[in-house]
């Protein structure tokens, strides 16, 4: 079980901001396959992976990360802070 | 060094004199103020800036404990707002202390460049015809690759 | 763009945030000041600032036309004292607000740059001991080359 | 008649801040050297030129520059503000 959070556009397109997700994904990439064949919306989310950002137990990651160990996993697009 | 994350407004000018007051020993002292721009074409309601609670606080310390490490400081301070804003409010500010006044500025300038694309917040625009997420600036990127 | 020259103090924080709500429709303000350091060895009675009457604001509003001519500037803000002063006394202050960060960091750096060296002002340390004028630095003298 | 001001530790070796000048000097230069033919607190003032700034009418300038229709002259060290 993993804590999946979604932010701004991602949280908007999937229609919550967090979810608990029962995986057996290694990777950042094979958990996004799982959610893309849930439904439309997440396929719609994660359609253009290079417009969105993840972030594996609070740090930036890449998509190919592991996800051993991993409590919580975050999608988001670039971020527009200052 | 601090971190503050929060909804509420803060008065820059008490933040800045409190700063510098605390900074003893610190010739120099740069602050960045960012405010609630209107759109070009005029009409915004508000900005609505997401966070994630949590990593934004820790992502900011990274970001200021590596200014730290780079240059010679005597403090330096972050405040970032989340929630909703009107044009003309204070969204957040940097400010750093330092001996000399080029530790001072490149620190202020790091600091902002970090937090614009490595720091967990999302700007929406809200007018009365909708809303629209701010888009990230390939020059915010591009910033970063100087340091 | 102001100029102010001036023996009395003044409220950095104050000045701020008079500075900010009057550049409406800029999202960045840059504030630097500066404040009378101690001696490394302790010590310091107080600062002699002298400067040249006349001169000093004239060279100061035309390092801001400067300023305001190479970047893209909503207003601009110079105050400096002079006379004596206490350790942890504010010395000056410069301001920069413009519609993007860039601009209002890299004009107050240049600002700075230039009223260190090029603006009518002398100061003088004044110990129990005695009193030695600041010599000029080279590195001062070298941030000119950058603009 | 021209107006020669000094700043700093130049007024401080010379004794006194600003005086007005009889002078047929052409430029800079030359009023340094009717100066320094004065007497020895001029001479020590302006031992090194190097060490030495001029403006004219409130403008720096070298000392090389003309003082055709110049009012005031100004000797100080290099400038320490900020």
């Known amino acids: 079980m993993i804590d999946v959070l979604y932010f701004a556009w991602v949280r908007e397109r999937i229609g919550l901001p967090r979810e608990r997700v029962e995986t057996g994904a290694a990777t950042v990439a094979e958990l996004v396959e799982e959610l893309r064949a849930r439904e439309d919306r997440y396929a719609a989310a994660f359609a253009d992976l290079s417009a969105l950002r993840v972030a594996v137990d609070q740090e930036l990651a890449d998509f190919d990360a592991s996800l051993d160990g991993a409590r919580e996993v975050a999608f988001f697009p670039p971020m527009t802070g200052g | ?147």
Chains 1, 4 share one sequence.
Do not use: C
Not at chain 2, 77 to 100: D, K, S
Not at chain 2, 120 to 127: N, Q, S
């Open chain 2, 1 to 147: 060094m601090a971190v503050r994350v929060q909804e509420t407004g803060f008065d820059p000018g008490a933040e800045l004199n409190a700063f510098t007051a605390a900074a003893s020993g610190a010739g120099a002292v740069v602050s960045f103020t960012g405010v609630v721009r209107d759109l070009d074409t005029g009409g915004l309601d508000r900005m609505e800036i997401e966070h994630y609670p949590g990593m934004t606080e820790s992502a900011i310390a990274k970001i200021e404990a590596e200014a730290v490490r780079r240059w010679r400081l005597a403090d330096s301070l972050v405040i970032h707002r989340y929630g909703a804003l009107a044009a003309g409010e204070t969204i957040m500010m940097v400010a750093t202390a330092a001996p000399h006044r080029a530790d001072a500025f490149q620190a202020a300038e790091f600091l902002m460049d970090y937090l614009k694309s490595r720091a967990p917040f999302w700007k929406k625009e809200v007018t009365a015809d909708g809303a629209a997420w701010v888009a990230a600036r390939d020059a915010d990127e591009d910033a970063l690759s100087r340091w």
